[in-house]
């Protein structure tokens, strides 16, 4: 997947700004992975059923089946969006490994194109292209949590 031919092979400059775009204001799918799952109930004192009512959706996908979301506040904000990411530690894969997502690894063109999104693209701390795999294959493989899939 990752190729040390790749535009990223000496690394990428990101650092978040903070600005929230990506969290907030926007109708958006942060999709939730069984081990997602399992994080956010090690920080609750929720069970799974609880946890799934009060915070999570499930949404149709492109496979056909219906997977884990984050719910949405009316606005569209993140229902973790409290001024900040209020589940900064368990926060899902999705978050934690963006900007190093397959669309945006595509090519050069796609990255600088997802700048205009993201002020941290392009910006700040340089990542290695070691650093940058490791994450994009952390998200690549982090699959949402299908309604089916979940008693399993
Ligand atoms: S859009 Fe980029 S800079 Fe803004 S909060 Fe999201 S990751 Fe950080
Ligand atoms: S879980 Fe946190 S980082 Fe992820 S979208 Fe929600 S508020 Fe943003």
């Not at 009512?53 to 996908?61: A, D, G």
């Not at 949405?72 to 904000?77: H, Q, V």
Request: aromatic share 16%; hydrophobic share 30%; proline share 4%.
């Amino acid at each position: 997947m990752n190729c040390k031919d790749s535009f990223y092979k000496d690394g990428l400059r990101f650092s978040c700004k903070r600005c929230s775009y990506c969290c907030r204001g926007e109708p958006g799918f942060v999709y939730l992975s069984r081990t997602d799952l399992d994080n956010f109930l090690k920080q609750t004192a929720l069970k799974e059923a609880e946890f799934i009512e009060k915070y999570c959706r499930w949404v149709p996908y492109y496979d056909g089946s219906e997977v884990l979301c984050l719910k949405e506040t009316e606005n569209y904000d993140c229902i973790f969006w409290k001024n900040g990411c209020s589940a900064y530690e368990a926060r899902p894969i999705q978050c934690s490994t963006y900007p190093f997502w397959d669309y945006l690894l595509q090519d050069k063109k796609a990255w600088d194109e997802g700048a205009s999104d993201c002020p941290g693209i392009n910006n700040g701390e340089l990542h290695s292209f070691e650093e940058i795999t490791e994450k994009h294959e952390a998200y690549h493989n982090n699959k949402p949590l299908a309604r089916r899939d979940l008693a399993n």
